[in-house]
């Protein structure tokens, strides 16, 4: 990528991924041992296995233990629960996370919320999500974790930025907005029933679309000079051809914003590597390390 205006997430994901690695080896060097990532599949969902096969190959190449733990579609909630309880108590195990969607007949919340917080590097437990609210330090979401070290890149210091987070999920839209209000941003939050939402964008100088919509942020949308971070990951046909496209029109919207997110190769890239740095960050607050 080299127009001035795309920010690469991918190469920035790269670099990310570097220091993390080094921080480890350091610790390994220090401790005798490297922070571990437990990751629970259940079932036989394609479009997961490709994930968290990508996950163990990731914490793989950083150097820290990758832990699987596949299992079938047919596990009950109770055998699963126990598993999260045994995870939970494991001195290896700095990180857990179970990969989502589960099985019909498994409570996914119930799940989520038996993770220890202080092991939970997805950052869903309630009591992380009552962290980030309060601005309390805990674990925070890894997408929009990863969305706020781009635009730290590409602004620095957004004290005082009017920034608009279109989307109000518990995964991204929510944390998202919290972690630009404790930047000192002023955040407005829109969604489906937002009334005037062109106009609502266009005062916006970040603009964080999540929502799921393929191409809905139009290039009018955009104040001229604007932040774009587009979060979607949409499969549309164009051609007789399936594409990736993200939540914002990019070709009107690149040329009039400031910096903007390609799909893909902009947010999707860092979601790997911040379930690494929260991994490394649990591995740390456990043991009294200082955090860089």
Same mark, same amino acid.
Request: with cysteine; net charge positive.
């Given at each position: 990528?080299?127009?001035?205006?795309?920010?690469?997430?991918?190469?920035?994901?790269?670099?990310?991924?570097?220091?993390?690695?080094?921080?480890?080896?350091?610790?390994?060097? *220090?401790?005798?041992?490297?922070?571990?990532?437990?990751?629970?599949? @259940?079932?036989?969902?394609?479009?997961?296995?490709?994930? @968290?096969?990508?996950?163990?190959?990731?914490?793989?190449? +950083?150097?820290?233990?990758?832990?699987?733990?596949?299992? &079938?579609?047919?596990?009950?909630?109770?055998?699963?629960?126990?598993?999260?309880?045994?995870?939970?108590?494991? &001195?290896?195990?700095?990180?857990?996370? +179970?990969?989502?969607?589960?099985?019909?007949?498994?409570?996914?919340?119930?799940?989520?919320?038996?993770?220890?917080?202080?092991?939970?590097?997805?950052?869903?437990?309630?009591?992380?999500?009552?962290?980030?609210?309060?601005?309390?330090?805990?674990?925070? &979401?890894?997408?929009?974790?990863?969305?706020?070290?781009?635009?730290?890149?590409?602004?620095?210091?957004?004290?005082?930025?009017?920034?608009? +987070?279109?989307?109000?999920?518990?995964? =991204?839209?929510?944390?998202?907005?919290?972690?630009?209000?404790?930047?000192?941003?002023? @955040?407005?939050?829109?969604?489906?029933?937002?009334?005037?939402?062109?106009?609502?964008?266009?005062?916006?100088?970040?603009?964080?679309? *999540?929502?799921?919509?393929?191409?809905?942020?139009?290039?009018?949308?955009?104040? &001229?000079?604007? =932040?774009?971070?587009?979060?979607?990951?949409?499969?549309?046909?164009?051609?007789?051809?399936?594409?990736?496209?993200?939540?914002?029109?990019?070709?009107?919207?690149?040329?009039?914003?400031?910096?903007?997110?390609?799909?893909?190769?902009?947010?999707?890239?860092?979601?790997?590597?911040?379930?690494?740095?929260?991994?490394?960050?649990?591995?740390?607050?456990?043991?009294?390390?200082?955090?860089?």
């Amino acid at each position: 990528m080299t127009k001035e205006n795309i920010i690469d997430g991918k190469a920035f994901a790269e670099g990310l991924r570097g220091r993390i690695g080094t921080a480890v080896a350091e610790i390994k060097r *220090a401790r005798g041992s490297v922070p571990g990532l437990a990751v629970v599949l @259940v079932g036989e969902d394609p479009a997961s296995q490709v994930y @968290v096969r990508n996950k163990a190959l990731q914490t793989k190449e +950083v150097g820290m233990n990758s832990l699987e733990h596949r299992l &079938p579609a047919s596990t009950s909630e109770a055998d699963l629960l126990a598993l999260i309880r045994r995870l939970n108590a494991d &001195p290896a195990v700095d990180g857990i996370l +179970v990969q989502l969607p589960l099985p019909k007949h498994v409570d996914s919340s119930k799940v989520l919320d038996a993770i220890d917080p202080d092991k939970d590097v997805d950052g869903f437990h309630i009591i992380n999500v009552g962290r980030l609210a309060t601005g309390m330090p805990g674990l925070v &979401p890894c997408t929009p974790l990863g969305c706020l070290m781009l635009l730290k890149d590409r602004l620095g210091d957004l004290s005082g930025k009017r920034a608009l +987070v279109l989307g109000r999920s518990n995964i =991204v839209g929510k944390p998202m907005a919290q972690l630009l209000l404790n930047e000192n941003c002023t @955040v407005t939050i829109a969604h489906s029933r937002t009334r005037d939402l062109p106009a609502e964008c266009r005062g916006a100088e970040i603009l964080v679309a *999540a929502v799921g919509r393929p191409e809905m942020v139009r290039g009018d949308w955009v104040q &001229p000079g604007a =932040v774009v971070i587009d979060v979607g990951i949409n499969r549309v046909e164009r051609d007789g051809k399936a594409r990736l496209v993200g939540d914002v029109a990019f070709a009107e919207a690149e040329r009039v914003a400031g910096a903007i997110t390609p799909v893909p190769g902009g947010v999707g890239p860092m979601t790997i590597a911040c379930l690494l740095q929260n991994t490394l960050t649990a591995f740390r607050r456990r043991h009294g390390l200082a955090e860089k």
